[in-house]
């Protein structure tokens, strides 16, 4: 997660990052949290379908179990790379960990089972909250969805800011027909 432990909204963003067709929604989510750093907490949770995506799902857990501000430079350089490239492949992910320094540390701790089972912990939550199409952004637990993503998203964390965390805590919890995510 990036940004404050106490925050007034949450953007969830579940899906991968190793395709310009998975691009919009990582770079939407992204975007606003960097409009509204001191009051939005973006939190990735992986979702990888390919063997390819998740071996760099993997390397991104490892990254992100050694030190969390390499994985975001990490996470923020892919956004980058990913418009001029239609698919990521590992090496070009590797390359950009080298960049940053210390790969050799991260390369020898690849396939330790801390990283292991944040990337099944990841999928787990994906499959409890039946997400079967990804990426999706969840803001504080609701999906969002429109075109483009980036004004729905901004619609509905203004809608969150103005609600207040008293008026959050009284209201009950709305019964969400995830559903549609599966279509």
């Given at each position: 997660?990036?940004?404050?432990r106490?925050a007034?909204?949450?953007?969830?963003?579940?899906?991968r990052?190793?395709?310009?067709?998975?691009?919009?929604?990582?770079?939407a989510?992204?975007?606003?949290?960097?409009?509204?750093?001191?009051?939005?907490?973006?939190t990735?949770?992986?979702?990888?379908?390919?063997?390819?995506?998740?071996?760099?799902a993997?390397?991104?857990?490892?990254?992100?179990?050694?030190?969390?501000?390499?994985?975001?430079?990490?996470?923020?350089?892919?956004?980058?790379?990913?418009?001029?490239?239609?698919?990521?492949?590992?090496?070009?992910?590797?390359?950009?960990?080298?960049?940053?320094?210390g790969?050799?540390?991260?390369?020898?701790?690849?396939?330790?089972?801390?990283?292991?089972?944040?990337?099944?912990?990841d999928?787990?939550q994906?499959?409890?909250l039946?997400?079967?199409?990804?990426?999706?952004?969840?803001?504080?637990?609701?999906?969002?969805?429109g075109?483009?993503?980036?004004e729905?998203?901004?619609?509905?964390?203004?809608?969150?800011?103005?609600?207040?965390?008293?008026?959050?805590?009284?209201?009950?919890?709305?019964?969400?027909?995830?559903?549609?995510l599966?279509?």
């Amino acid at each position: 997660s990036r940004g404050p432990r106490i925050a007034t909204v949450t953007l969830v963003l579940a899906g991968r990052l190793d395709s310009y067709r998975t691009y919009s929604a990582p770079r939407a989510a992204n975007e606003l949290w960097q409009r509204h750093p001191d009051s939005v907490r973006l939190t990735f949770v992986q979702a990888p379908r390919s063997d390819t995506s998740q071996r760099i799902a993997l390397l991104l857990a490892q990254v992100a179990l050694l030190d969390q501000g390499r994985f975001w430079r990490l996470f923020d350089s892919m956004l980058e790379l990913l418009p001029r490239r239609f698919f990521l492949r590992y090496s070009d992910v590797e390359n950009l960990v080298r960049r940053e320094g210390g790969y050799s540390l991260i390369e020898s701790g690849l396939r330790t089972p801390a990283a292991e089972a944040r990337l099944r912990q990841d999928l787990e939550q994906v499959r409890r909250l039946g997400i079967e199409n990804s990426p999706v952004v969840l803001v504080n637990g609701l999906p969002v969805r429109g075109a483009p993503l980036a004004e729905a998203l901004e619609s509905a964390i203004e809608s969150e800011r103005q609600r207040g965390l008293l008026q959050r805590l009284r209201t009950p919890i709305p019964r969400i027909d995830y559903g549609w995510l599966a279509r």
